[in-house]
């Protein structure tokens, strides 16, 4: 028995060594009400309210908006300064997007509050959005994003963007808000 109790006695030596090698990064309030952990900024409470809605749901639709709507919680700690949405499943991989009508408003579709400048982007090729916020929304506050698709997919199906939220600061550290789904029909006729 003394191979057993030997082995735990090194491990149990091993991790007090870990233990008092270990200092913790101290968190440093920054700009904004933001959390800094080693030079990165972080949400205290990140933002995980997502919902995705459009009014436009068949195949080739023109004139549609997808809202992107986005729930800061109170204790967020920082403010909203980026978020990246990408398509990750769908039929149609080439639907283009007029990233230059991009918008973004406080509250919900078919009830805007003021509205929210933006700087959007969008890689066709990686089916990748990046919308920066130049005055990010705040703690408690909810946004939403309109994006603008040239026309809607042409094949019918349930598409699937991953949203990720970045806190305003620098380094902002990333954080997965949740996975939107959008169902695109065919026009049937009767």
């Not at 204790?75 to 230059?100: H, V």
């Amino acid at each position: 028995m003394r191979g057993p109790r030997r082995g735990f006695r090194l491990l149990a030596a091993s991790a007090a060594v870990a233990l008092a090698v270990w200092t913790p990064l101290p968190l440093v309030p920054a700009a904004a009400g933001a959390t800094e952990l080693g030079e990165q900024t972080s949400f205290l409470r990140a933002p995980w309210k997502l919902r995705w809605r459009t009014y436009y749901s068949t195949v080739f639709d023109r004139g549609g908006e997808y809202y992107v709507t986005i729930e800061m919680p109170e204790e967020a700690g920082a403010g909203l300064g980026a978020l990246e949405i990408r398509q990750i499943s769908g039929a149609d991989w080439r639907f283009s997007f007029d990233d230059s009508r991009t918008r973004a408003f406080l509250g919900q579709p078919r009830r805007e509050g003021p509205p929210v400048p933006v700087q959007a982007s969008f890689n066709d090729a990686s089916r990748l959005f990046r919308i920066s916020f130049p005055t990010p929304p705040t703690p408690g506050q909810t946004v939403t994003v309109a994006l603008r698709p040239w026309s809607n997919p042409s094949s019918a199906d349930v598409y699937q963007f991953s949203v990720v939220a970045f806190p305003a600061g620098p380094n902002p550290v990333a954080q997965q808000v949740g996975i939107a789904r959008m169902s695109i029909y065919e026009l049937v006729d009767f």
